[in-house]
């Protein structure tokens, strides 16, 4: 059988991992650990709201991949006694067998080893002290849309979601708008909540808007200027987009969500038009405070 998947030695002289079927490399800019930190860990705030947070403070991983984003973000809270419940999700865990198999020449680890093996064998969930945080690790393998359609009510809401899916002219299914108001539906009101994703693009931001979230522009990573940031409040988004991007977004020639699996691009339709002009987010008087 031919490999799935293969290292790669970014142009900074980080290795990561490359999707041979999808044609992608996974962080291909500053790599795996220094994008994790950057876009979620620091982003998201993961320290201070896990240390404010007095419960078990939940953290989904969309996109469990080769394990980058959740070994990071656990390398980066395992001094905070709290608690923390880790849920992936991916299609496959081959990315993260590969991975593993690699663990020393990626260098993102972190002493989990172990851990990420026998996640990588197929064990649905761990639970495990790491310095003075306690874990609880739970994959969920199967196709993410279908996932959330099925097993929405038994999944716990998220505090925070690392949302990275491979891109949308390839992966189109994990980027429409009736996956992201499945998504926001499986938010509690009463739990604010933030997901950062690598993109910046006008169909994804509106996208977003539209399945209700309020979004932002993200921090910078790697050679984008931006990303993108969503939340279900306002208060959990430092740089809320205003209405000069509503104003781009409205002429834009690239803007309507994709409704069904399959990428395109075109312009807002009437009555995307008219649901993006109404968001609170636009409209004087209104917005997110705390939830």
């Not at 500053?30 to 994008?35: H, K, L, S």
């Not at 201070?48 to 969309?62: H, K, S």
């Not at 169909?203 to 309020?214: H, K």
Request: proline share 7%; charged share 20%; glycine share 8%.
């Amino acid at each position: 059988m031919a490999a799935e998947y293969q290292l790669v030695r970014l142009a900074n002289g980080v290795t990561s991992v490359r999707s041979i079927a999808r044609g992608e490399t996974f962080h291909p800019v500053i790599g795996p650990a220094a994008e994790a930190e950057a876009l979620y860990v620091r982003q998201l705030r993961l320290p201070q709201r896990l240390t404010a947070c007095a419960g078990e403070f939940v953290l989904w991983d969309v996109g469990l991949g080769a394990g980058g984003n959740v070994l990071t973000a656990l390398a980066a809270l395992r001094d905070i006694p709290r608690q923390l419940r880790v849920v992936s999700f991916d299609e496959t865990l081959a990315p993260l067998q590969f991975a593993v198999a690699h663990a020393r020449e990626l260098g993102y680890f972190g002493g989990l080893e172990e851990t990420a093996a026998w996640m990588a064998g197929g064990a649905k969930r761990q639970a495990f002290r790491l310095g003075r945080l306690e874990v609880e690790w739970e994959v969920h393998l199967g196709d993410f849309p279908m996932l959330l359609t099925r097993d929405s009510k038994s999944l716990p809401a998220p505090h925070a979601i690392m949302y990275d899916a491979y891109s949308p002219m390839r992966n189109a299914a994990m980027w429409t708008l009736p996956l992201f108001e499945r998504l926001y539906r499986c938010l509690d009101p009463q739990r604010p909540c933030a997901l950062p994703t690598y993109s910046r693009s006008t169909i994804l931001r509106v996208t977003l808007l539209l399945a209700g979230f309020y979004v932002g522009v993200g921090r910078a990573t790697g050679e984008k200027e931006e990303t993108t940031l969503a939340a279900n409040t306002l208060d959990l988004i430092e740089e809320p987009l205003g209405r000069d991007w509503l104003d781009r977004a409205l002429r834009s020639h690239s803007a309507e969500p994709l409704w069904q699996p399959r990428w395109r691009v075109s312009p807002l339709s009437l009555p995307s038009r008219d649901r993006l002009r109404r968001h609170p987010q636009f409209v004087r008087g209104q917005g997110g405070g705390s939830v």
